[in-house]
């Protein structure tokens, strides 16, 4: 036996014992708080009804290129173009046949991707995150009237646990690009 400064008496191999207890006990607190945190989940409220905005300003957009020279398994011409689309018809400026005179056309070229993994992105970040590089031109009758570049990647932090952080990412870039070309206009 042991007398300890609280003047308990121990035997040694009891003090080892409550120790690992202890941190045992703090470890599964720390799982179920993690754990706890990571599964919630948010009841999205619709958005509210907007009117859409109208823009005199109108593009269309004409070419999106892969010009990584690798084929991937989701469509990255295909969702770049559709996300140009959306953000172009968020802002009023999606282009019409049924519109009066010639739009501004866009060219979008993907430069860079890396599709990322959602397992891995919380073990090794560096290893599992989703990266879009993307380069565009605002042309007006064949000139370049604005250019832009995004780089975009959802690595550890917001978005870890993003199962298809491709979308999110396609749509984040085209948001941003849209926004730079047509911040002059």
């Not at 470890?27 to 109208?54: I, Y």
């Not at 780089?151 to 979308?167: C, D, E, L, P, Q």
């Amino acid at each position: 036996m042991r007398l300890l400064k609280c003047g308990c008496y121990f035997e040694k191999g009891k003090i080892q014992m409550m120790k690992n207890k202890a941190l045992c006990y703090v470890a599964l607190v720390l799982m179920v708080a993690v754990l706890w945190g990571c599964s919630g989940t948010r009841e999205e409220l619709p958005p509210p009804t907007v009117a859409p905005a109208v823009s005199i300003v109108k593009i269309r957009v004409v070419d999106v290129s892969n010009d990584t020279r690798e084929l991937y398994e989701v469509d990255v011409i295909g969702m770049m173009w559709t996300a140009l689309d959306d953000s172009l018809k968020k802002r009023g400026m999606f282009w019409t046949p049924d519109d009066p005179g010639p739009p501004l056309t866009l060219e979008a070229h993907v430069l860079k991707y890396q599709e990322g993994s959602v397992w891995l992105r919380p073990i090794l970040p560096m290893w599992g995150k989703t990266v879009l590089t993307t380069k565009c031109e605002l042309k007006r009758e064949g000139q370049v009237v604005a250019s832009a570049e995004v780089k975009r990647s959802i690595s550890f932090g917001s978005g870890t646990f993003t199962v298809n952080a491709w979308r999110k990412i396609f749509a984040g870039a085209a948001e941003d690009l849209v926004n730079q070309l047509t911040r002059g206009l």
